[in-house]
């Protein structure tokens, strides 16, 4: 199978929420998400990144149809998943798995731990037997490190970082193909962070993983990624590889949010000069026209209230959505003031 | 010059299933005017409860025991009455979540001139004109109008910047900062982070910043103390520290974090957990985790002591740290 295999697409994604109503009887609705399109090869690890409320999250939940998207396909595999049904998707499941943040808040307290890991398989492979469901448990447990006698423990009982272990392994169990990987070290701490994120790179080429890895920390996803992904208030406003993104970004966005990063490293923070951005991010249930960036953008003129701008795919397979991104590249600085 | 805050043999214990839990134990240190001091620490390194203690306002259960000399004036084990005539005045604290530490029902302008009133005998239009003065100072866009609203019609950021300009209004000596900038958004961070810088230039106010990201830490401070199972395990200049530490838990905890700047190949994780403050491990508290313990770490505690340049570490092991030629 070749590496650079098509394991996802989106495709034209939209996704809505209906958040009451509002004067004059008018239904407010909050757009979390926008014309997403991107695909996901095999074997490799897609960072996506933004702030509060640039529907991250909710993509993660679009793409395994925890959401119902209002627009747009998932295709996995060439397979369109939001036209099959319940009982259809349900066997999909078993190749696209969630790890969560908060990894107590997402185990039930009652079950085991065993019982925690092997239920996947009781749904997803009622084929397997007893035996081989424990079997398959215990091999996972110690896969991500968690002791084979621990598995008639509760959640409770167990630290955040063993917490997510087990997360990890409820998610591994049904040996998917990808795992959606919500702010999965966020709720950690600095010493636990750095053996979850070890782990998840080794299960990674131990399992042939490929992973959709959702934070707002960019340094984390820094760490992770192959490619990632940057959205702002909904909308794609660029993607391009790792290095690409960190080392050379085209969106002043991009660009902002890499110098807001606290840099550990107490002479290079000195050093740099800080885009500190205007205001904060607007609210998602009345965005800016245009370009919904433009708010805070220090570039932006006329044309960006005017006209949204276009995803714009570069050399490199990068992607882009600014109206003056070629104008900032030549001119520097001094396009904010021309 | 004078230190505005001098802390010697802080100790906070809690009272937990009829046995007594250390959160800090024998915290010594002090705060210079003007400077920025960074504490950090993981959960339950005790960072938290130090401060809290010489605020007096650790939960019901909890006892400080020490000194925390604010000038001659110690305030640990003050009664709350008196503690008053400081606390908001003198020392103020913010906290990592503002919207628990706002009154919801109240309007802004209003809990912010109620500070003056209480402490300075102001008028309360004059008080009132003052706060939104104060709001102006901490880039608050619009302060007539934002003086009006209540908390809950406020961004997170805004919220964090009313909880500073309250804190700033009596221009207190010490501004402590409970991971003021962990709820906030990258961007929002950075603009915080910038306000705190100004701040203390401009009001000579010293900070504490009690924060568990690195990052934070090397942007803003000019000193750091580094906790574990709570005690101090090394301070010093943000500098030395981040450079040449000299603790193995420094030194993992530099290692165990991602770089934004560079790409890292494989993090070096710290094994194991932090220790549960009920369970502390016998001798030094991070033995259980560290590469480079041997016999002594087990069964004695190393006593935080000075070094050169001005560093203070509790550790028995004198030689390099390289975790590569020390881990199997």
Redesign the interface.
């Known amino acids: 199978m070749s590496a650079t295999e098509e394991l996802l697409r989106v495709d034209g994604l939209k996704k809505t929420f209906s958040i009451g109503v509002g004067l004059f009887s008018r239904p407010l609705v909050l757009t979390a998400l926008e014309d997403i399109s991107f695909s996901v090869r095999r074997g490799e690890t897609l960072g996506i990144v933004g702030?509060?409320g640039c529907g991250k999250s909710t993509l993660g939940r679009c793409i395994l149809q925890l959401l119902a998207p209002d627009e747009g396909r998932v295709l996995w595999l060439g397979q369109d998943l939001t036209q099959l049904d319940t009982e259809e998707m349900r066997k999909r499941r078993r190749d696209l798995q969630v790890i969560f943040q908060d990894p107590l808040a997402s185990l039930n307290p009652r079950m085991t731990v065993g019982d925690i890991i092997a239920d996947p398989l009781r749904t997803l492979m009622p084929e397997l037997t007893r035996q081989q469901r424990r079997e398959r448990v215990i091999r996972i447990m110690e896969a991500v490190g968690l002791l084979p006698e621990m598995i008639n423990r509760y959640p409770h009982e167990f630290?955040g970082?063993?917490a997510q272990r087990i997360g990890i392994a409820r998610a591994l169990v049904t040996e998917p193909k990808l795992i959606v990987c919500d702010e999965p070290v966020s709720a950690l701490?600095?010493?636990?962070?750095?053996?979850i994120?070890?782990l998840l790179?080794d299960l990674k080429d131990e399992f042939g993983l490929t992973l959709i890895f959702i934070s707002?920390n960019?340094?984390?996803v820094?760490?992770v990624s192959d490619r990632i992904m940057v959205l702002y208030l909904g909308r794609i406003v660029e993607m391009a590889s790792?290095?690409a993104i960190?080392g050379d970004a085209r969106h002043p966005y991009t660009k902002?949010?890499?110098?807001?990063?606290?840099?550990?490293?107490?002479?290079?923070?000195?050093q740099r000069q800080?885009d500190?951005?205007k205001?904060?991010?607007p609210s998602p249930i009345n965005p800016p026209s245009g370009c919904t960036f433009r708010t805070r953008c220090r570039y932006a003129r006329a044309i960006c209230a005017e006209l949204r701008p276009p995803l714009e795919t570069l050399a490199g397979e990068r992607l882009v959505a600014c109206h003056r991104w070629r104008e900032i590249e030549e001119l520097g600085e001094a396009a904010a003031n021309s | 010059m004078a230190p505005v805050l001098t802390v010697e043999n802080l100790n906070v214990t809690f009272a937990l299933h009829g046995s007594e839990v250390r959160a800090v134990s024998d915290l010594n240190f002090s705060l210079a005017a003007g400077e920025t001091l960074a504490v950090v620490g993981?959960?339950g390194s005790g960072k938290s409860q130090a401060f809290l203690s010489i605020m007096g306002l650790l939960a019901r259960n909890g006892r400080a025991s020490g000194k925390a000399l604010l000038g001659d004036v110690d305030l640990v084990g003050m009664p709350a009455d008196r503690l008053d005539a400081y606390r908001g005045r003198d020392i103020a604290m913010i906290f990592q979540d503002p919207m628990t530490s706002l009154n919801p029902s109240l309007k802004v302008k209003t809990q912010l001139a109620e500070v003056l009133v209480r402490h300075q005998g102001m008028e309360k239009r004059q008080a009132q004109m003052q706060a939104i003065e104060m709001l102006e100072r901490v880039g608050i866009?619009e302060p007539q109008k934002r003086a009006n609203a209540y908390p809950h019609e406020l961004?997170g950021?805004?919220r964090q910047r009313v909880m500073i300009a309250m804190a700033l209004l009596c221009r207190p000596k010490i501004l402590i900062a409970d991971e003021p900038t962990t709820a906030l958004?990258?961007?929002?961070?950075?603009?915080m982070?910038?306000l705190f810088k100004n701040l203390t230039d401009d009001f000579g106010t010293a900070l504490v910043l009690i924060t568990?990201?690195?990052?934070?830490?090397?942007?803003i401070a000019d000193n750091m103390m580094v906790m574990y199972g709570g005690r101090a395990v090394e301070t010093g200049d943000?500098?030395t520290l981040?450079?040449d530490p000299r603790h193995p838990y420094t030194y993992?905890?530099?290692?165990?974090?991602?770089?934004?700047?560079r790409?890292?190949h494989?993090?070096?994780?710290?094994?194991g957990?932090?220790p549960s403050l009920e369970h502390l491990p016998k001798g030094c508290a991070f033995h259980p985790?560290c590469a480079f313990h041997f016999a002594d770490c087990l069964e004695r505690r190393p006593p935080l002591v000075e070094e050169e340049g001005g560093r203070r570490r509790a550790c028995f092991f004198h030689g390099p740290l390289h975790l590569s030629e020390h881990v199997a």
């Open positions: 702030e509060s630290s970082g063993q701490d600095v010493s636990i962070q750095a053996q994120l070890n790179t707002h960019l340094s984390v820094r760490h790792g290095d960190y902002a949010l890499l110098t807001a990063v606290p840099i550990a490293d107490p002479q290079l923070a000195r800080v500190a951005l205001g904060e991010i | 993981e959960s866009p961004s950021g805004m958004d990258v961007t929002v961070q950075a603009q982070l910038e568990h990201d690195l990052g934070v830490v090397a942007g943000t500098d981040f450079y993992g905890l530099l290692n165990s974090t991602p770089h934004v700047e790409k890292t494989r993090l070096n994780p710290i094994e957990l932090p985790r």
